[in-house]
């Protein structure tokens, strides 16, 4: 099967900006694919060169067969761009804003009207076809956006960061329709900075600084993942994180509402001297459960040390 | 009164039946809740679920309707003025100045808020340094990453000192780095008896208050630490099931006997029965004449995005009440 997306050294700078740093890509068809990474990593600027919207200053991509720089139009034809703020007109009505872009990328009406009601019904938005855009929420608004998006029947869809400000009830609706869009062959490429999100893809990269840093399925991307994760439940989770902090080999402490999650080196042997601390102090606490690695526990492990943020 | 009893009055909310009515629609429904000092307490809901209106009867924004609100120990609807001197309110937008530099926008703040000549040097210099912004001080605000205006936008609402913080979506659609980071401050603010009040729909968020009132159609239907959510606000039992195809497994599902709600989660889906022992010995063999593999199918704890569904889930009418 070929690739439906393959980008070879693509570089783009900015202003003394390195925002792709000569990033390679493939992704096959019928894949969902994730993009992830910190602001900053080059996610939407990867997207838009892929879309052929902005020209890169190096390498090249080549989507659904065509060149992104020679063949951009036609390259247009074939995928949908949803950015994140997807431009819907909010004074014109959900229908109407389906028949823009229906007629912007040149559907007739017969296939509009068929494929607008399929998708709108997937969507649960069946029932507000009449409403204004501008009242509807931020979940049906993306709904919408993606319904406009896949009006001209694309073979690759790029998605940039679409989830951003949905609740999970909208957020499921939204996964179910990219399900559905696999099953009939479509490729899908989306970013998004929700790490349980990108646990829905089939396989992932992981930007930073422009360029890929990882890349593979994301079972054996947590499989890659040093050490294990313990939750320490509590009721006074403060103090069980003093007690905790700095004994050895725990990598990582982060501190929740109703107790502390821990990255160790080896879990059977940590637990049994966490459980000491934690008494030697006379924090209570209710339990000591080891849990999967998250795909945000591998993301902050392998980029704290060279973030920005850290150590501030 | 003596010294701590009146920290922990000043820091403290108390609200009994409260409700908010817009014209027939009724936005807040009959709420009761109480907040002690340091306590970080969370608002989990659905947009539209009256997350807001709450925050924003609690900071004497909007009358209440009915009921009663006590914040900082003082009534919301009669001394609104006096309460808003004692909270810090943060949005989702994080209304900074983005035209502005970062100490320009500081000043602003420290003004609008009456915080002392003398002692508004220092509380900037503070702000600065907990932003982590020292050598960015002439930076346009416009121009920072999303991480850094957010913590920014921390030390704005907090420059007066709040005894009372109201964060609403505090880190929706930053990186999981700064996220860790923000929420770091956020408890150490905790720590020095700051009572914190998060409203989101982000269970990344939930996960670091100490206690959840999950909000639905203007009522709390379950409140409790995040572990005690998990373990008991589910109706049925929470199957993991590895699939695949994935797509088609998830169709399977949603119509298979005994499934109550399916959902993709993961590279996996999240199945909730009512009778689990029934579902693991009956599922394998319906995915199989579905055309599905299921290689493990096991019971496991619910996270609280699976709760949140369960108790939110329910689509309201079409027709009537605001846009959802």
Redesign the interface.
């Known amino acids: 099967m070929a690739a439906a997306i393959q980008a070879f050294a693509l570089s783009k700078r900015f202003a003394g900006v390195q925002a792709v740093d000569r990033l390679n890509l493939t992704v096959e068809t019928g894949e969902i694919f994730g993009l992830v990474g910190p602001d900053g990593a080059g996610k939407t600027t990867t997207m838009r060169m892929l879309a052929g919207i902005l020209a890169p200053d190096e390498g090249s991509a080549f989507v659904a067969g065509y060149d992104v720089v020679r063949d951009s139009e036609a390259v247009k034809n074939q995928i949908s761009y949803m950015p994140q703020r997807f431009g819907l007109y909010e004074d014109l009505t959900v229908d109407e804003n389906i028949r823009f872009y229906a007629d912007l990328f040149g559907v007739d009406a017969k296939t509009r009207t068929e494929h607008a009601a399929r998708l709108l019904q997937a969507a649960g938005m069946a029932e507000f076809r009449n409403r204004l855009a501008g009242k509807l929420s931020g979940g049906m608004k993306q709904k919408l956006g993606l319904t406009c998006a896949l009006i001209h029947h694309p073979r690759v869809l790029l998605l940039d960061e679409p989830t951003t400000g949905v609740d999970p009830v909208s957020r499921r609706d939204f996964w179910q329709i990219l399900y559905a869009l696999l099953a009939e062959g479509v490729t899908i490429l989306i970013s998004t900075a929700y790490l349980d999100e990108a646990e829905r893809c089939t396989r992932l990269a992981l930007l930073h600084r422009g360029s890929t840093l990882m890349c593979d399925t994301p079972e054996r991307l947590k499989s890659k993942m040093k050490g294990a994760t313990l939750i320490v439940t509590s009721q006074q989770p403060r103090e069980a994180s003093e007690a905790l902090s700095g004994a050895d080999g725990i990598s990582s402490l982060v501190l929740v509402g109703d107790g502390v999650h821990l990255v160790v080196d080896d879990p059977s042997r940590r637990r049994g001297e966490i459980r000491r601390r934690l008494e030697a102090a006379g924090v209570p606490f209710e339990e000591i459960n080891a849990s999967e690695p998250t795909i945000e526990d591998l993301f902050v492990a392998s980029i704290e040390r060279e973030s920005p943020y850290a150590g501030q | 009164m003596p010294a701590n009893d009146a920290h922990a009055a000043r820091a403290s909310v108390e609200v009994t039946d409260l409700v908010k009515r817009f014209g027939t629609f009724t936005a807040v429904d009959r709420v009761s809740f109480q907040a002690t000092r340091g306590e970080?307490l969370?608002f989990l809901g659905?947009?539209?679920a009256g997350k807001s209106t709450i925050i924003r009867v609690l900071c004497g924004l909007l009358r209440p309707t009915s009921g009663r609100a006590i914040v900082a120990g003082l009534d919301v609807a009669s001394e609104a003025e006096a309460v808003r001197q004692h909270i810090g309110y943060m949005s989702q937008k994080f209304s900074l100045y983005n035209d502005l530099e970062v100490i320009e926008n500081l000043r602003f703040f420290a003004g609008m808020y009456n915080v002392p000549n003398h002692l508004a040097q220092q509380r900037i210099a503070g702000a600065i340094a907990m932003a982590?912004l020292a050598g960015h001080e002439h930076d346009l605000t416009g121009t920072l990453?999303?991480?850094?205006k957010q913590r920014l936008a921390l030390g704005c609402a907090v420059l007066h000192e709040p005894a009372i913080l109201f964060l609403d979506e505090p880190t929706?659609?930053?990186?999981?780095?700064?996220r860790?980071?923000f929420?770091?401050l956020i408890?150490q603010h905790?720590?020095a008896g700051v009572t914190v009040f998060v409203s989101t729909?982000?269970?990344?968020e939930?996960?670091?208050?100490?206690?959840?009132a999950l909000i639905n159609r203007g009522r709390i239907v379950a409140m409790g630490?995040?572990?005690?959510l998990k373990r008991h606000a589910m109706k049925g039992t929470l199957l993991l099931a590895r699939c695949d195809?994935?797509?088609?497994a998830?169709e399977a599902a949603q119509t298979a006997p005994g499934v109550m709600e399916a959902?993709?989660?993961?590279?996996a889906l999240h199945l909730t029965v009512g009778d689990p022992r029934t579902a693991i010995a009956a599922l394998p063999a319906y995915f199989t004449r579905n055309g599905v593999r299921c290689a493990d199918l096991e019971q496991i704890r619910p996270s609280l995005?699976d709760v949140?569904?369960a108790l939110?889930?329910v689509?309201p009418p079409?027709?009537g009440g605001p846009?959802?």
């Open positions: 970080i969370g659905p947009n539209g982590g990453a999303g991480g850094w929706s659609g930053v990186d999981p780095i700064s860790r980071h929420w770091e408890h905790a720590a729909h982000y269970m990344d939930a996960e670091y208050c100490n206690r959840l630490t995040p572990a005690e195809p994935l797509g088609p998830l959902a993709v989660f993961g590279n995005e949140f569904v939110t889930g689509r079409p027709a846009a959802q």
